[in-house]
Nanobody, 119 residues
């Protein structure tokens, strides 16, 4: 049975940092998405199962980094220089097929973790 457990969200001041973790029940290509109230769920970052391919959205490039520890089946999203506009619920998901930019490419989703950045 596939399991995803996210952790690491919270409240932080602008300019601060957080690290999100997503522990999976196996080794998968994974994506991080975020969704603010009233908005669509958008891709933040993607990493292949080996870690050899990564992608970070332009809106967070230079501030966010995706990585993984395959010994722990865990994917991380390091978020630095956080801005109020980064406030959203963040979800990790297991990639299945197609373009990894879109939610339809993912079969399994975590429960989400809230990130709130105060100004």
């Amino acid at each position: 049975q596939v399991r995803l457990v996210e952790s690491g969200g919270g409240l932080v001041q602008a300019g601060g940092s957080l690290r999100l973790s997503c522990a999976a029940s196996g080794r998968y290509a994974m994506g991080w998405f975020r969704q603010a109230p009233g908005k669509e769920r958008d891709i933040v970052a993607f990493i292949s199962s080996s870690g050899g391919t990564t992608y970070v959205a332009d809106s967070v490039k230079g501030r966010f980094t995706i990585s993984r520890d395959n010994a722990k089946n865990t994917v991380y999203l390091q978020m630095n220089s956080l801005k109020p506009e980064d406030t959203a619920k963040y979800y990790c998901a297991i990639y299945s097929r197609g373009s990894y930019y879109y939610t339809r490419a993912y079969d399994y989703w975590g429960q989400g973790t809230q990130v709130t950045v105060s100004s």
